[in-house]
Every structure is written in structure tokens, then in C-alpha cells.
């Protein structure tokens, strides 16, 4: 029988599966930003934190089945159903045919790829911070298909096409969610 997750927990599991820096300040990242999200729509934060924390579990350890070993994994940690099936949605057309349908499943498709891109953008500012970069350095950065190639564009652009929200409000935003963690995600910077 599952179970809520809890963020000890999930956390633990975080470090377990992904032992590099990289990775584990990425799944901060976007947990952050779910969180953000979530709070401006008044949805579940915690359900929200804990998919964005927990959404790249077997991308290290499996990189070739991204998102088809992550169902195992959460299933052993007691996870709910809902929430595995939004950490795999979020691969949908890329890695997994589970197509994003609720919210937040929408909402963690368009922002993983786009902390990338944002964290990316800040670390090439003289600050090396996220807590003074402006929407415009990011979008400048977008239209620069070289950099930060691993951002994929146009998942973004599909999920926010899928969300209805403007690209300029989603960067906005998921700068605003990244800002909350900007310590721990090694984007404090010399502000």
C-alpha cells in the first residue's frame, strides 16, 4: 500500500540515485519551481516539491531507460500511483509516451528543461547569480541555439503552449521559483 512521500525521504532516495552535484542541484531546482508553481495556482505544494525533487531518480543510474526505471524504484519507496505517473511524464516524447494531462504534470514537462536553460543563462552573468538576472537575459540566451544546446527549446515551447502561459511569464516565474533555493542550488552568486 503507498503512501505520501515524505521530503526526508525523498531526499534520501535523491542522493541514493543520484550521487552527482549536478544532478542532485538540478532536482533542487526544479523542485523549487514546482513548489513556486504550485503556490501561485493553490495546488498541492508538497505533492508538487516531491515530483520535481524526485522526477530524474534512474537518470543516472539508467540513462538509457530514463523514466522506465523510475516507476520501480518509486513503487519500492511506497509512492503513490499519481505521483510516478507524473515523475514519467514528464520524459513524454523524449524518453516515455505518458503524455502530461494534469497540471502539474504539464507544468513539470515545460520547466525541466527550462531551470536548464535559466541556470545555464546565470552562470555566465558577472554576478553568477539567479537572484539578479532579468527575464530578457534568458530570453537573449534563447535565441542562441548553441548555448545551453542540451535545453531542449522546443519541449519548452510545447509545454507552455500546453499550459497556455507566455514564454517571458513561465521564465519569469521559473526564475522567481529558483530564486527560493538559489543558495542551494549554487546559483547564490556575488550579488
Not at 507524473?86 to 502539474?104: F, K, Q, R, Y
Not at 519541449?155 to 530564486?179: F, P, W, Y
Amino acid at each position: 500500500m503507498s503512501s505520501k512521500p515524505t521530503r526526508a525521504a525523498t531526499w534520501e532516495l535523491v542522493q541514493e540515485y543520484l550521487p552527482s552535484e549536478q544532478m542532485r542541484k538540478h532536482s533542487l531546482a526544479v523542485e523549487a519551481v514546482m513548489r513556486y508553481f504550485a503556490r501561485k495556482a493553490g495546488e498541492d505544494e508538497e505533492m508538487w516539491g516531491l515530483v520535481g525533487l524526485a522526477h530524474d531518480i534512474d537518470y543516472e543510474r539508467y540513462p538509457e531507460e530514463h523514466c522506465h526505471r523510475a516507476p520501480e524504484i518509486l513503487k519500492q519507496a511506497g509512492w503513490p500511483e499519481e505521483y510516478i505517473r507524473a515523475v514519467v511524464s514528464h520524459g513524454w516524447g523524449i524518453c516515455t509516451d505518458v503524455e502530461p494531462v494534469s497540471h502539474l504534470e504539464k507544468t513539470l514537462f515545460t520547466i525541466d528543461e527550462l531551470t536548464g536553460l535559466v541556470a545555464a543563462a546565470a552562470l555566465v552573468r558577472p554576478s553568477k547569480s539567479i537572484l539578479d538576472i532579468p527575464v530578457k537575459s534568458v530570453t537573449k540566451k534563447w535565441k542562441d541555439k548553441a548555448f545551453a544546446a542540451g535545453a531542449d527549446r522546443s519541449v519548452i515551447e510545447k509545454g507552455a503552449a500546453m499550459l497556455g502561459v507566455e514564454l517571458n511569464e513561465l521564465i519569469g516565474d521559473t526564475i522567481e521559483g529558483m530564486r527560493t533555493e538559489a543558495e542551494a542550488i549554487g546559483l547564490k552568486g556575488n550579488v
